[in-house]
């Protein structure tokens, strides 16, 4: 799912400011854990099943966990967004 498309870096502003909401159906949350270096990524639907829509992202930040050492607490997060491949669409094709 995630490495199907090409994906940038989100920049949104600042962190303390962005809600779940601001957040489309394209981007995710990247965490990495800093016992482990466990890489989590989070789809934005994933987000929205547990959290309401207003919540601020940096108010994730102590609930977070990591699901390989165990670990509890803050970790270094960024969004991304994808970017699909635009596909040509031909003028001619719904003509007749
Ligand atoms: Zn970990």
Request: proline residues 7%; aromatic residues 10%; hydrophobic residues 40%.
């Amino acid at each position: 799912m995630f490495s199907a498309m090409p994906w940038e870096p989100l920049i949104l502003g600042l962190k303390f400011n962005i809600r779940l909401s601001d957040l489309e159906a394209t981007d995710f949350m990247e965490r990495v854990c800093p016992q482990c270096r466990e890489v989590t990524r989070l789809a934005t639907w994933q987000l929205h099943a547990l959290f309401p829509s207003y919540t601020r992202l940096v108010e994730l930040e102590d609930r977070m966990h990591c699901r390989k050492c165990g670990r509890h607490g803050k970790q270094a997060w960024s969004l991304w967004r994808a970017h699909p491949p635009l596909r040509v669409v031909d003028p001619r094709r719904d003509r007749n």
